[in-house]
Structures are given as C-alpha cells and as structure tokens.
C-alpha cells in the first residue's frame, strides 16, 4: 500500500513539474513571437513609407512627362 502511495505522490509531482516546465517554455514563445511580430510590423510601415515615396515620384515623372510633351507641342507649333 505504502508504494501505491508514493507512486501516486512521484507522479503527481512529475505533473507538477511537466505543468510547471509547459508553462514557462509557453511564456517564451509568447514573447518571441510578439518580438518577431513588432519587427513584422516595424518592417512593414517602412515599405509602407517605401512605396509611397515611390508612387510620389512616379507621379511626379506623370506630371513632368505632361509638361515636356505640352512644350514640345508650343514649340512646334
């Protein structure tokens, strides 16, 4: 009797242990992941910012191309 007891007292404490290790390990993925996904983020508003000062230029081009093409019609007449 007194073996089934000790065998239930050493497992209950090797759940406690196991519990105790998933915890922890769960604690630090949590914070890796909220790590990688800040950097996620941060990288994504810098290409965000990338391709608006992208679309900026290319409008900016548009627009002189507009003009080159109005003054070589006032120069040829």
């Known amino acids: 009797m ?3 007891i000790v ?5 209950g404490m090797s759940l406690i242990g196991v519990i105790i290790t998933n915890a922890n ?3 630090n993925i ?3 992941l909220k790590t990688a996904q800040a950097v996620t983020d941060t990288k994504i ?3 965000t910012e990338e391709v608006r000062k992208h ?3 290319a409008d900016r081009i548009t627009a002189l ?6 003054l070589k019609r006032r120069v040829d007449g």
């Open 55 to 57: 679309n900026s230029w």
């Open 45 to 47: 508003e810098q290409l």
């Open 65 to 70: 191309e507009v003009k080159v093409e109005e």
């Open 30 to 32: 949590e914070n890796q």
């Open 25 to 27: 390990s769960n604690k």
């Open 2 to 4: 007194e073996s089934i």
């Open 7 to 11: 065998a239930i007292i050493a497992g």
